[in-house]
């Protein structure tokens, strides 16, 4: 978890090559008050599995932005 600006931004780490939603993630962004989760995989595409849950390419990691 980061904490930025009195936010709150989780990470979690899949090998799996298209990741999807999971109670665990629904649960994390409930009880620690996420503002947004990152699903990183080594996939090569970005893609929004809700408002709060987004998969990124762990390439891209260094480039997020948290705005």
Same mark, same amino acid.
């Given at each position: 978890?980061? *904490?930025?600006?009195?936010?709150?931004?989780? !990470?979690? !780490?899949?090998?799996? @090559?298209? #990741?999807? $939603? $999971?109670?665990?993630?629904? $649960?994390?962004?409930?009880?620690? +008050? =996420?503002?947004? =989760?990152?699903?990183?995989? #080594?996939?090569?595409?970005?893609?929004?599995? @809700?408002?709060? /849950? $987004?998969? =990124? #390419? /762990?390439?891209?990691?260094? +480039? =997020? *932005? !948290?705005?």
């Amino acid at each position: 978890m980061v *904490s930025l600006g009195g936010r709150r931004y989780g !990470f979690e !780490f899949r090998y799996s @090559d298209a #990741p999807g $939603t $999971t109670k665990s993630m629904r $649960t994390a962004l409930r009880d620690l +008050g =996420l503002e947004h =989760l990152w699903v990183v995989y #080594p996939g090569d595409e970005s893609y929004a599995l @809700d408002a709060q /849950i $987004t998969v =990124l #390419p /762990i390439r891209d990691v260094p +480039g =997020l *932005s !948290f705005s």
